[in-house]
């Protein structure tokens, strides 16, 4: 042994050192090692302060529970505090350092609250602080908050990747011990899909430092065949540095894969971190058993050490913690330790058992002291002897480093995240996982089974049961038999009566043996208030090695037994999980996915300024030279609109189809006021309430034939509505034949307003839109000039002459360069969400702040719409007298005495001279702006009363921002109130020839596709290829109520190819058919001209469908290659492996948070269906999600 490095054996790499820094010094490793160990190897055991008493400490264990040995690894935005040196593997150029210590490690100031200590007991801080009371915001809170923590946080932007991911499985293997490793080889075996998963960067828990021979074999050769047997098999998935951290309803499993945490310079084509959510059909729960510390003297010094650690270092790290060691037991494990260090050539002091008749142990030279226990450990920042007990006295022994061993705690947390308790089990001491039902069953050393025979058999035992469970026919081969005689005994020692030096229960928190009774005595012997009374267990490990001792000691100083005492409750996550990793990819930009407008590519060269609303994104405004300020670009734009013609991008409105022969008695139902006399070729404004009353949303609708409507929603609640109808259709009146659907994508919507808004439009219409051949509230179907055919409607939310110009998306950015071209002798400019906001306030119409929900039809003015000839939603709530009181706030208009002063939103109205108060508030400002028409700000505002009390003047209360103003309560229309610029008439224009534009649809990724070799560079082809299918004809169909069996016989009959079943696709002549729902098909073709699927299957199904076109609404993307699944399973929880989703199979999912329809077209082929605006967000997913396997672009495809 050189120095504390062993100098053979290990799973160390010896011939790739490693050079790495702790605390600013430079220190080498090997590759294999972890931090904790690599510090041993060169004699560093201080690796920490605890949290109270900043008392020396160093690691206590090898793993994932270690209270001890937190630091801080890495620099920059990859600083991360609190990591465990047991489980941070290094590699080159690491920077690690010791955190909660000042000045240093070695010499801390904060270890004065040592000499503190009797007045630093549990509960302290509930008794202390309390005077004198001026103290507490300048003196005490500052002091205890400077001192709370341990590590510190990064302020920089964290650089790295994350990611999420989906699988499923038919046995979910948690743990890789023998009992995990058995579960697992029995069920792969029979052709089960299986996920085994561990936390460690190497598979095999106890079997890594594991002596005993099986089958003839040493341990780890065993294992490296069993591992070597499991990584060849197709259907299963190994996750080393996987922690399965939480279980939760329909056997839902969280896992947190650690893909390259131990690389100082990840990749950045893969993630460091990625959280997996695992749908397992049975699970066995193999995480092994934690051994318990024990309680005595002095037992938190460095180099006091779990045995089973010890083993660890010795067998896999090839390191020793000293040079002589004793060994502390209540069990038969401590011996095992002891033979380990023998066998490595380290001297043994002693091995010092608490019990007193144990059987020979045969350790040879080295004494065996029954009955005895440690008093005190002896030394500072390292062990220089133990003081023990072995009924006479007190005696020495020099060592410098001790092995303890007391007892094993099965790992049964995950077992019980779904409420059940632990069951405690006498012959161990320790408790065990409840029955939770076959979804998932403890195995070996979890369910208390300790000896590696038993290990062995009950992880085949209960890994073939489980998927016998599943029909799976499984040949079982012989369990592999152990040359050992191994027994397991145990007698509980909770704690050393006669410790001399502190004793801990908790390490971490420095919760004390004296701790918990004191806790007890002050009437806190409920184990969840003891738990927060002393801080037993609330530390980062969260007691996975103290509370078990902590719960004895509270039943003993109770006079109850464990059992009865219980345990505190168990929650994810079992380990912590950054936040990084649960976010995944959804952070920052990409936080929710973007939706972009048709016109957004435009928007961008023409230097708009964008806003989020909701998930699109909107031009706010457009900057031109001159303007100073974005009000200067608003003003800009409302005059401009008012005095000559503006355009702007409305398709974000909810745009909803609906046709069937009860169309308008629909309409009529969900409406207030009513639609059933709308001629066709009218468009009508329509007030939605819903079931209590108040106001739903707004929005004009148009009916375009008998049956067929076109809906506008807000943009806020077009999903909403959608929603709404269909459940009014499902559950309330199911006997009309009505289909909605969503065609909001679909439609790029123009609004073109200004007094020479007619004008402009004449050059780009081929229809007569003269004031007599196209009135106000006009809506029909129009023949553009370039031949598009689109949907034009007359309709204002400006308060000018306007319309509204619906043409297919993938036209949109041609359509509005042509309404530029067409305005540009008039001075038209574009227009943004700014301008529009401030035109509907000066019109007084009403938008999100007063459609709050908690308004009512008559609170809006508009009480008059609602009918009293016929029933609807909300009819009768909305007749409540509450609704019809006096003093119920009212929109009105607000306009300062003083033109100059401001009048903000969210602002409270109180009358001249009150204070205010709750009882004083007479409403709130909605809706506030600049108004470039009144050259002053007006307001918006919910009155009191408001109606009734125009021409009073009333003070605006923003308390917060400071912003006093009087102001006089008016009519809320503060422009044009006779509405005549609604009809102002213009002259007729003559028609020129415009500007020659190129006739494309433009894809919503024409900007954003690069053809092309991307990613890893595997040396291989590429893992996955992408390509857009574009254009193509796509078609929703919808079966009138009882004509489904109809449809699928014309389709047939017309295609070759019957409607097929839910969650199938099937393909005929020229079209394939994807089933999308209940009724509900989409049917697409790379064949058939634009148009022409559409008026084929408008015709043939005229009477048994509603037929929408989606071909512009929709966009579809083709993912191929081996690596195809691998990637989709990154944003989708759908079952996509072969056996459950192979050709023909497809499905209406989510994707990265974007809605999706998915097709399995082919071996490792997939087409994905998504609405257009969701498209470059969505690229930018997958693109990055694919970079792992290396992936190639291909552009356009359309076979």
């Given at each position: 042994?050189?120095?504390?490095?062993?100098?053979?054996?290990?799973?160390?790499?010896?011939?790739?050192?490693?050079?790495?820094?702790?605390?600013?010094?430079?220190?080498?490793?090997?590759?294999?090692?972890?931090?904790?160990?690599?510090?041993?190897?060169?004699?560093?055991?201080?690796?920490?302060?605890?949290?109270?008493?900043?008392?020396?400490?160093?690691?206590?264990?090898?793993?994932?529970?270690?209270?001890?040995?937190?630091?801080?690894?890495?620099?920059?935005?990859?600083?991360?505090?609190?990591?465990?040196?047991?489980?941070?593997?290094?590699?080159?150029?690491?920077?690690?350092?010791?955190?909660?210590?000042?000045?240093?490690?070695?010499?801390?100031?904060?270890?004065?609250?040592?000499?503190?200590?009797?007045?630093?007991?549990?509960?302290?801080?509930?008794?202390?602080?309390?005077?004198?009371?001026?103290?507490?915001?300048?003196?005490?809170?500052?002091?205890?908050?400077?001192?709370?923590?341990?590590?510190?946080?990064?302020?920089?932007?964290?650089?790295?990747?994350?990611?999420?991911?989906?699988?499923?499985?038919?046995?979910?293997?948690?743990?890789?011990?023998?009992?995990?490793?058995?579960?697992?080889?029995?069920?792969?075996?029979?052709?089960?899909?299986?996920?085994?998963?561990?936390?460690?960067?190497?598979?095999?828990?106890?079997?890594?430092?594991?002596?005993?021979?099986?089958?003839?074999?040493?341990?780890?050769?065993?294992?490296?065949?069993?591992?070597?047997?499991?990584?060849?098999?197709?259907?299963?998935?190994?996750?080393?540095?996987?922690?399965?951290?939480?279980?939760?309803?329909?056997?839902?499993?969280?896992?947190?894969?650690?893909?390259?945490?131990?690389?100082?310079?990840?990749?950045?084509?893969?993630?460091?971190?990625?959280?997996?959510?695992?749908?397992?059909?049975?699970?066995?729960?193999?995480?092994?058993?934690?051994?318990?510390?024990?309680?005595?003297?002095?037992?938190?010094?460095?180099?006091?050490?779990?045995?089973?650690?010890?083993?660890?270092?010795?067998?896999?790290?090839?390191?020793?913690?000293?040079?002589?060691?004793?060994?502390?037991?209540?069990?038969?494990?401590?011996?095992?330790?002891?033979?380990?260090?023998?066998?490595?050539?380290?001297?043994?002091?002693?091995?010092?058992?608490?019990?007193?008749?144990?059987?020979?142990?045969?350790?040879?030279?080295?004494?065996?002291?029954?009955?005895?226990?440690?008093?005190?450990?002896?030394?500072?920042?390292?062990?220089?002897?133990?003081?023990?007990?072995?009924?006479?006295?007190?005696?020495?022994?020099?060592?410098?480093?001790?092995?303890?061993?007391?007892?094993?705690?099965?790992?049964?947390?995950?077992?019980?995240?779904?409420?059940?308790?632990?069951?405690?089990?006498?012959?161990?001491?320790?408790?065990?996982?409840?029955?939770?039902?076959?979804?998932?069953?403890?195995?070996?050393?979890?369910?208390?089974?300790?000896?590696?025979?038993?290990?062995?058999?009950?992880?085949?035992?209960?890994?073939?049961?489980?998927?016998?469970?599943?029909?799976?026919?499984?040949?079982?081969?012989?369990?592999?038999?152990?040359?050992?005689?191994?027994?397991?005994?145990?007698?509980?020692?909770?704690?050393?009566?006669?410790?001399?030096?502190?004793?801990?229960?908790?390490?971490?928190?420095?919760?004390?043996?004296?701790?918990?009774?004191?806790?007890?005595?002050?009437?806190?012997?409920?184990?969840?208030?003891?738990?927060?009374?002393?801080?037993?267990?609330?530390?980062?490990?969260?007691?996975?090695?103290?509370?078990?001792?902590?719960?004895?000691?509270?039943?003993?100083?109770?006079?109850?037994?464990?059992?009865?005492?219980?345990?505190?409750?168990?929650?994810?996550?079992?380990?912590?999980?950054?936040?990084?990793?649960?976010?995944?990819?959804?952070?920052?930009?990409?936080?929710?996915?973007?939706?972009?407008?048709?016109?957004?590519?435009?928007?961008?060269?023409?230097?708009?300024?964008?806003?989020?609303?909701?998930?699109?994104?909107?031009?706010?405004?457009?900057?031109?030279?001159?303007?100073?300020?974005?009000?200067?670009?608003?003003?800009?734009?409302?005059?401009?609109?008012?005095?000559?013609?503006?355009?702007?991008?409305?398709?974000?409105?909810?745009?909803?189809?609906?046709?069937?022969?009860?169309?308008?008695?629909?309409?009529?139902?969900?409406?207030?006021?009513?639609?059933?006399?709308?001629?066709?070729?009218?468009?009508?404004?329509?007030?939605?309430?819903?079931?209590?009353?108040?106001?739903?949303?707004?929005?004009?609708?148009?009916?375009?034939?008998?049956?067929?409507?076109?809906?506008?929603?807000?943009?806020?609640?077009?999903?909403?509505?959608?929603?709404?109808?269909?459940?009014?259709?499902?559950?309330?009146?199911?006997?009309?034949?009505?289909?909605?659907?969503?065609?909001?994508?679909?439609?790029?919507?123009?609004?073109?307003?200004?007094?020479?808004?007619?004008?402009?439009?004449?050059?780009?219409?081929?229809?007569?839109?003269?004031?007599?051949?196209?009135?106000?509230?006009?809506?029909?179907?129009?023949?553009?000039?370039?031949?598009?055919?689109?949907?034009?409607?007359?309709?204002?939310?400006?308060?000018?002459?306007?319309?509204?110009?619906?043409?297919?998306?993938d036209f949109g950015d041609l359509i509005i360069r042509l309404i530029m071209n067409a305005g540009a002798e008039f001075g038209i400019m574009p227009y943004g969400t700014e301008a529009l906001k401030v035109m509907r306030i000066e019109k007084g119409h009403v938008a999100g702040g007063e459609l709050n929900g908690t308004t009512t039809a008559y609170d809006l003015g508009l009480g008059k719409m609602m009918s009293t000839k016929k029933d609807y939603i909300g009819r009768v709530m909305a007749t409540r007298e509450a609704f019809h009181e006096p003093n119920r706030w009212n929109v009105v208009g607000l306009l300062p005495l003083n033109k100059t002063e401001e009048i903000l939103p969210g602002a409270h109205i109180l009358n001249i001279g009150d204070e205010p108060s709750m009882k004083n508030d007479q409403g709130y400002i909605t809706s506030s702006t600049y108004s470039?028409?009144?050259?002053?700000?007006?307001?918006?505002?919910?009155?009191?009363?408001?109606?009734?009390?125009?021409?009073?003047?009333?003070?605006?209360?923003?308390?917060?921002?400071?912003?006093?103003?009087?102001?006089?309560?008016?009519?809320?229309?503060?422009?044009?109130?006779?509405?005549?610029?609604?009809?102002?008439?213009?002259?007729?224009?003559?028609?020129?020839?415009?500007?020659?534009?190129?006739?494309?649809?433009?894809?919503?990724?024409?900007?954003?596709?690069?053809?092309?070799?991307?990613?890893?560079?595997?040396?291989?082809?590429?893992?996955?290829?992408?390509?857009?299918?574009?254009?193509?004809?796509?078609?929703?169909?919808?079966?009138?109520?009882?004509?489904?069996?109809?449809?699928?016989?014309?389709?047939?009959?017309?295609?070759?190819?019957?409607?097929?079943?839910?969650?199938?696709?099937?393909?005929?002549?020229?079209?394939?058919?994807?089933?999308?729902?209940?009724?509900?098909?989409?049917?697409?073709?790379?064949?058939?001209?634009?148009?022409?699927?559409?008026?084929?299957?408008?015709?043939?199904?005229?009477?048994?469908?509603?037929?929408?076109?989606?071909?512009?609404?929709?966009?579809?993307?083709?993912?191929?290659?081996?690596?195809?699944?691998?990637?989709?399973?990154?944003?989708?929880?759908?079952?996509?492996?072969?056996?459950?989703?192979?050709?023909?199979?497809?499905?209406?999912?989510?994707?990265?948070?974007?809605?999706?329809?998915?097709?399995?077209?082919?071996?490792?082929?997939?087409?994905?269906?998504?609405?257009?605006?969701?498209?470059?967000?969505?690229?930018?997913?997958?693109?990055?999600?694919?970079?792992?396997?290396?992936?190639?672009?291909?552009?356009?495809?359309?076979?």
């Open positions: 042994m050189s120095g504390f490095r062993l100098s053979s054996g290990g799973l160390i790499d010896r011939n790739k050192p490693i050079q790495f820094t702790f605390d600013g010094k430079t220190y080498s490793g090997f590759e294999g090692d972890v931090l904790a160990s690599a510090l041993i190897a060169n004699g560093v055991n201080l690796m920490g302060r605890s949290f109270k008493y900043h008392r020396p400490r160093g690691p206590v264990t090898a793993g994932s529970s270690e209270p001890n040995a937190l630091v801080e690894i890495g620099e920059g935005g990859r600083k991360e505090p609190n990591v465990r040196a047991t489980m941070a593997e290094v590699s080159s150029g690491l920077v690690a350092k010791s955190q909660n210590r000042w000045p240093s490690l070695d010499y801390d100031i904060g270890a004065i609250n040592q000499i503190l200590s009797p007045f630093l007991v549990a509960g302290f801080y509930y008794k202390t602080f309390m005077w004198p009371k001026s103290f507490w915001e300048k003196i005490y809170e500052p002091l205890i908050r400077k001192a709370a923590g341990l590590g510190s946080a990064t302020y920089k932007a964290d650089p790295d990747r994350y990611e999420k991911a989906y699988d499923t499985c038919d046995l979910l293997v948690i743990g890789s011990g023998p009992a995990g490793l058995m579960a697992a080889l029995v069920a792969a075996r029979s052709g089960a899909r299986v996920i085994i998963a561990d936390e460690g960067a190497i598979l095999g828990g106890s079997l890594l430092y594991e002596d005993e021979m099986i089958s003839g074999k040493s341990a780890r050769n065993w294992l490296s065949e069993a591992v070597a047997e499991l990584s060849s098999m197709d259907e299963v998935r190994v996750l080393p540095r996987t922690t399965v951290f939480g279980w939760y309803d329909g056997n839902i499993f969280g896992a947190h894969e650690r893909v390259q945490k131990h690389v100082a310079n990840p990749s950045l084509f893969k993630p460091v971190e990625r959280t997996w959510r695992i749908n397992a059909k049975r699970a066995v729960l193999a995480s092994g058993a934690e051994e318990r510390p024990l309680v005595f003297g002095g037992n938190d010094r460095p180099g006091v050490m779990l045995a089973s650690a010890i083993r660890t270092y010795l067998a896999r790290f090839a390191v020793s913690p000293g040079k002589r060691a004793v060994v502390f037991t209540n069990n038969s494990s401590g011996y095992e330790a002891a033979r380990a260090l023998i066998a490595k050539g380290v001297d043994v002091a002693a091995v010092l058992d608490s019990r007193l008749e144990i059987s020979d142990p045969d350790l040879g030279e080295v004494p065996v002291i029954r009955g005895a226990v440690i008093t005190d450990v002896k030394g500072g920042k390292e062990i220089t002897s133990v003081e023990y007990s072995a009924g006479k006295g007190s005696q020495r022994i020099n060592c410098d480093f001790v092995a303890m061993s007391g007892g094993w705690n099965p790992i049964v947390h995950l077992a019980c995240h779904r409420g059940k308790k632990p069951v405690w089990s006498e012959d161990i001491a320790a408790f065990v996982s409840p029955d939770v039902g076959e979804g998932l069953v403890a195995v070996g050393a979890a369910a208390g089974k300790f000896l590696l025979s038993e290990c062995l058999a009950d992880g085949a035992e209960k890994g073939l049961a489980a998927v016998q469970s599943l029909g799976f026919e499984v040949a079982i081969n012989d369990v592999p038999n152990v040359s050992s005689n191994q027994t397991f005994s145990i007698s509980p020692l909770w704690s050393v009566a006669q410790s001399t030096g502190k004793a801990f229960v908790d390490f971490q928190n420095d919760v004390t043996v004296n701790d918990v009774p004191l806790a007890a005595r002050e009437g806190y012997t409920d184990v969840e208030l003891t738990k927060r009374y002393t801080t037993l267990g609330m530390a980062t490990d969260q007691g996975k090695l103290s509370n078990i001792n902590g719960l004895a000691i509270l039943a003993e100083a109770t006079g109850k037994s464990i059992s009865d005492v219980g345990t505190t409750t168990y929650r994810p996550n079992y380990s912590p999980v950054s936040f990084g990793a649960l976010s995944g990819p959804f952070r920052g930009h990409h936080f929710q996915p973007s939706r972009l407008t048709p016109t957004h590519q435009w928007a961008k060269e023409h230097t708009a300024v964008f806003v989020e609303t909701g998930l699109w994104y909107r031009p706010m405004w457009f900057t031109r030279q001159g303007d100073a300020t974005w009000q200067d670009s608003m003003i800009r734009e409302v005059k401009n609109t008012r005095e000559n013609v503006g355009v702007c991008d409305v398709s974000t409105l909810g745009k909803i189809d609906v046709q069937g022969p009860d169309a308008a008695e629909f309409m009529n139902r969900l409406y207030c006021n009513g639609w059933k006399k709308l001629p066709v070729g009218r468009a009508r404004y329509g007030l939605m309430l819903r079931e209590d009353g108040l106001v739903y949303d707004d929005g004009t609708s148009s009916r375009l034939s008998d049956d067929h409507y076109f809906m506008t929603t807000t943009t806020a609640k077009a999903a909403g509505v959608l929603s709404h109808m269909e459940f009014c259709l499902q559950a309330l009146w199911p006997e009309l034949d009505v289909q909605c659907v969503s065609v909001t994508e679909q439609w790029a919507q123009l609004a073109v307003a200004g007094p020479q808004a007619r004008s402009t439009m004449q050059k780009i219409v081929a229809d007569d839109i003269s004031d007599d051949a196209f009135p106000y509230m006009g809506a029909r179907e129009v023949t553009l000039e370039c031949g598009i055919k689109a949907r034009l409607f007359r309709i204002s939310f400006s308060g000018e002459l306007a319309y509204e110009l619906s043409v297919p998306a470039p028409m009144a050259e002053q700000w007006i307001a918006l505002a919910l009155v009191n009363n408001g109606r009734k009390r125009y021409d009073e003047v009333v003070q605006v209360w923003d308390d917060l921002r400071k912003n006093y103003v009087h102001a006089t309560i008016c009519d809320p229309v503060f422009y044009d109130k006779e509405h005549l610029k609604l009809h102002a008439t213009t002259l007729s224009v003559a028609k020129e020839a415009l500007p020659t534009l190129e006739m494309k649809r433009m894809s919503p990724l024409d900007s954003k596709i690069q053809n092309g070799r991307f990613g890893m560079e595997t040396g291989e082809d590429a893992g996955v290829s992408l390509s857009i299918r574009h254009p193509m004809s796509i078609v929703m169909i919808i079966a009138r109520n009882g004509k489904s069996s109809a449809v699928s016989e014309l389709m047939e009959k017309s295609y070759g190819v019957t409607c097929p079943l839910p969650g199938r696709s099937a393909t005929g002549r020229n079209v394939t058919i994807h089933w999308t729902g209940a009724e509900q098909w989409i049917v697409t073709s790379n064949d058939l001209e634009e148009g022409d699927l559409y008026e084929q299957l408008a015709r043939s199904l005229e009477g048994l469908a509603s037929i929408t076109d989606q071909s512009h609404g929709r966009l579809t993307l083709s993912v191929t290659g081996i690596h195809a699944r691998n990637v989709l399973s990154k944003g989708t929880s759908v079952d996509l492996h072969p056996r459950v989703f192979g050709t023909g199979h497809c499905a209406v999912t989510q994707m990265a948070h974007v809605g999706v329809h998915v097709a399995c077209t082919g071996t490792n082929e997939f087409e994905l269906l998504l609405f257009r605006g969701f498209a470059e967000s969505f690229w930018e997913w997958l693109t990055e999600m694919s970079e792992e396997f290396g992936y190639e672009v291909k552009g356009a495809q359309v076979d």
